[in-house]
Every structure is written in structure tokens, then in C-alpha cells.
T-cell receptor, first 113, second 114 residues
Framework: EAQVTQNPRYLITVTGKKLTVTCSQNMNHEYMSWYRQDPGLGLRQIYYSMNVEVTDKGDVPEGYKVSRKEKRNFPLILESPSPNQTSLYFC????????????FGSGTRLTVV | AQTVTQSQPEMSVQEAETVTLSCTYDTSESNYYLFWYKQPPSRQMILVIRQEAYKQQNATENRFSVNFQKAAKSFSLKISDSQLGDTAMYFCAFMKLPGNQFYFGTGTSLTVIP
């Protein structure tokens, strides 16, 4: 089944403790992105990647890191999480030139206390 | 910069009735795509319908259709014969071409009342 898999689905952590949210897609998509969803703000792009070793900042990149060493994987790293990073996070992927939009993962609910 | 505005934070509709969700966008681009995504309580993001800006014909997918007014930069979603399973958050989104970035609206929470 074609899908984007992100883990974990739920995560509670403490301020300052480094964490990684994994994202993997099995559709050979070139583009991958991370979004955060907050009430009243919709989805905002954190980082995106157009291909292996090619990443760029989205609208809200502060406090996050990403890497794209393999085409299928695009992990999101919070090196020192803070409470304002409590949010619902989505990974998404799409094929170059495809007009069908993104395929989304099932989301990660992150709480930073 | 592109912006997408959904001016209705919450809406409700009686089961079997028709409802229209509004979306406007601001862009100087001429080539782009527009999307509606549905997010049910399961929080999965599901593509409902898409529209190419160069096509004048409005897209339709079963009970879902759009009213695309390019000059007015308006892209509303009409849901006919509303069903309880349509209860969800609906996001309008804009994607410019060429490129990668999507821009989402803030969402409209739709409740279908039995």
C-alpha cells in the first residue's frame, strides 16, 4: 500500500530533551515536507526537501532540523524542544510534476512539558 | 507571498442538505493548483478535490464540487447530500507551479447534524 509512515503517533517529552520524529514514504516521491498544525493557524510548513540532500526552510523553521540522506526518509529533529513546539505534526510527500498534491502521514501529536 | 483565507471557522448542516465552504486566495501567479483536504476526527489528511487554474470547468468528485472563480480568486467547496461522515475540518490549499510549497487556509470545521 502506498503510504507515508510517521512515528510516533503520540509523544510527550520534557523541555530540552532532543527528539526525532521519523517519516518514510514508499512511493519514490521526490518532494517531502513537514508541517505543523495549530488551532486557528491551519498547517504551516516547517521544512521541505526536493530530493536527496536538498532541503530548504518553510515558513516556521526555527527550532527544527531535517535531513534527507535517502529518498524515502525525511526525519524531523527537535534538538532542544520547548513548550511552544507542542503541536500536531504532519509529514507529506509528492512526486515531481504531479498535480495530485501531497500524500500525508497520519500525524504526530507532540506535547512538550 | 501567497495567502489562503477561509473566513468560516465553523459551520453546520443538516444531514442530506447542501453546504458551501468558502475559500479565497491571493496570488500573482497565473499557473497554480487548488485543493480541498478533509481532516476527520481521525486527523488523517484526505484529498477531496483539486482544480487546475488553467481549466475553466469546475471540478467534481461525486457529492463534492467546486466553484472556481479565477478572476475573483475564489474557490468554494459544495457538499451535496451531506452525510454524517462528512463531519470534519476542511482545509483549502494553494500550490503554485513550478515549485513545491503548499499554502493552507486556517480551516473550516463542519458538523453534519442528524
Amino acid at each position: 500500500e502506498a503510504q507515508v509512515t510517521q512515528n510516533p503517533r503520540y509523544l510527550i517529552t520534557v523541555t530540552g530533551k532532543k527528539l526525532t520524529v521519523t517519516c518514510s514514504q514508499n512511493m519514490n516521491h521526490e518532494y517531502m515536507s513537514w508541517y505543523r498544525q495549530d488551532p486557528g493557524l491551519g498547517l504551516r510548513q516547517i521544512y521541505y526537501s526536493m530530493n536527496v540532500e536538498v532541503t530548504d526552510k518553510g515558513d516556521v523553521p526555527e527550532g527544527y532540523k531535517v535531513s534527507r540522506k535517502e529518498k524515502r526518509n525525511f526525519p524531523l529533529i527537535l534538538e532542544s524542544p520547548s513548550p511552544n513546539q507542542t503541536s500536531l505534526y504532519f509529514c507529506a510527500s509528492r512526486r515531481t510534476g504531479q498535480s495530485y498534491g501531497y500524500t500525508f502521514g497520519s500525524g504526530t501529536r507532540l506535547t512538550v512539558v | 507571498a501567497q495567502t489562503v483565507t477561509q473566513s468560516q471557522p465553523e459551520m453546520s448542516v443538516q444531514e442530506a442538505e447542501t453546504v458551501t465552504l468558502s475559500c479565497t486566495y491571493d496570488t500573482s501567479e497565473s499557473n497554480y493548483y487548488l485543493f480541498w483536504y478533509k481532516q476527520p476526527p481521525s486527523r488523517q489528511m484526505i484529498l477531496v478535490i483539486r482544480q487546475e487554474a488553467y481549466k475553466q470547468q469546475n471540478a467534481t468528485e461525486n457529492r463534492f464540487s467546486v466553484n472556481f472563480q479565477k478572476a475573483a480568486k475564489s474557490f468554494s467547496l459544495k457538499i451535496s447530500d451531506s452525510q454524517l461522515g462528512d463531519t470534519a475540518m476542511y482545509f483549502c490549499a494553494f500550490m503554485k507551479l513550478p515549485g513545491n510549497q503548499f499554502y493552507f487556509g486556517t480551516g473550516t470545521s463542519l458538523t453534519v447534524i442528524p
